[in-house]
T-cell receptor, first 115, second 116 residues
């Protein structure tokens, strides 16, 4: 069965600090997809990134970077030089190819960036 | 703007009342789903649909009904609301599998529902 674990319930940092949000996934499928979503205080869910299981190249987008490690089943998300606007709940999610399109979410990590 | 539109944004119901949450998408997506978000639980899928006329149960379907009469709309109905259904509800859409399994789901802005 699929499962996504975000062990960090809440993280608090001071502006300009780097912060890493952990995500560990479980699946028996060989092809799967991993996602990160951001939910700011306004409540909407914003798609950040998708990673395919067959593509282990890490990705950087501005201050955001993602580290996909198949060997440890992890898909961690790092924010460099955090800003107050990064304060949000971040969800890691997983989907397998085929099946019922089920997107399995972790329970989320609430990030607070203090000025 | 293209995307997923949910209405209403907020609503308060009394126990036993019925209500329909609306979801509409204009991206020609085949797959639509309803999730509920509760503190400490992440998002859990309630019902989903892969095409007009086809619906199926998700993780937490009890107390909810859905219908899919066309591609655009996917209403969620609470026939007899209970306090346990107090939650934030999200509708999400995406292209349906095969070639598009790696596409992200697009979420509406959510409906905050309180049942007294």
């Amino acid at each position: 069965a699929q499962k996504v674990t975000q062990a960090q319930t809440e993280i608090s940092v001071v502006e300009k600090e780097d912060v890493t949000l952990d995500c560990v996934y479980e699946t028996r499928d060989t092809t799967y997809y991993l996602f990160w979503y951001k939910q700011p205080p306004s409540g909407e869910l914003v798609f950040l990134i998708r990673r395919n299981s067959f593509d282990e190249q890490n990705e950087i987008s501005g201050r955001y970077s993602w580290n996909f490690q198949k060997s440890t089943s992890s898909f961690n998300f790092t924010i460099t030089a955090s800003q107050v606007v990064d304060s949000a709940v971040y969800f890691c999610a997983q989907k397998t190819q085929g099946g019922s399109e089920k997107l399995v979410f972790g329970k989320g990590t609430k990030l607070t960036v203090n000025p | 703007n293209a995307g997923v539109t949910q209405t209403p944004k907020f609503h308060i119901l009394k126990t036993g009342q019925s209500m329909t949450l609306q979801c509409a998408q204009d991206m020609n997506h085949g797959y639509l789903s309803w999730y509920r978000q509760d503190p400490g639980m992440g998002l859990r899928r309630i019902h989903y649909s892969v095409a007009a006329g086809i619906t199926d149960k998700g993780e937490v379907p009890d107390g909810y009904n859905v219908s899919r009469s066309n591609t655009e709309d996917f209403p969620l109905r609470l026939e007899s609301a209970a306090p346990s259904q107090t939650s934030v509800y999200f509708c999400a859409s995406s292209y349906f599998r095969i070639l598009f399994s790696n596409q992200p789901q697009h979420f509406g802005d959510g409906t905050r529902l309180s049942i007294l």
